[in-house]
């Protein structure tokens, strides 16, 4: 069982930065893939970035490639998500979630995490 906890999230003008965090309980943490996903209102929940459970692959939704990154500290359980030059169509609310799985290929869908927390809100105005 992996319980996951985010926070970060606030209200940053165009262009700013954010860093969120996601602290995960449970002593199996580094054998967990993590990822980050967000929901707009009215719209489905998205992919946004994914890690693998040795930071030895990352991977991103086109639309955060390049002002996104996301990073795990496995001594802390934490997996965070930096976000530069945000826009105002990063405004949502963002999940961190564990994935079992090895390959990258699930990391994309919501179906590959077995585990999400409860969300924190980014707000991004123009």
């Known amino acids: 069982q992996v319980q996951l906890v985010e926070s970060g999230g606030g209200l940053v003008q165009a262009g700013g930065s954010l860093r969120l965090s996601c602290a995960a309980s449970g002593r199996t943490f580094s054998s967990y893939a993590m990822g980050w996903f967000r929901q707009a209102p009215e719209k489905e929940r998205e992919f946004v970035a994914a890690?693998?459970?040795?930071?030895?692959?990352?991977y991103y939704a086109d639309s955060v490639k390049g002002r996104f990154t996301i990073s795990r500290d496995n001594a802390k359980n934490t997996v965070y998500l930096q976000m530069n030059s945000l826009k105002p169509e990063d405004t949502a609310v963002y999940y961190c979630a564990a994935s079992g799985y090895s390959r990258s290929y699930y990391y994309y869908y919501m179906s590959g995490y077995d585990y999400w927390g409860q969300g924190t809100q980014v707000t991004v105005s123009s």
């Open positions: 890690i693998s459970w040795s930071a030895g692959g990352t």
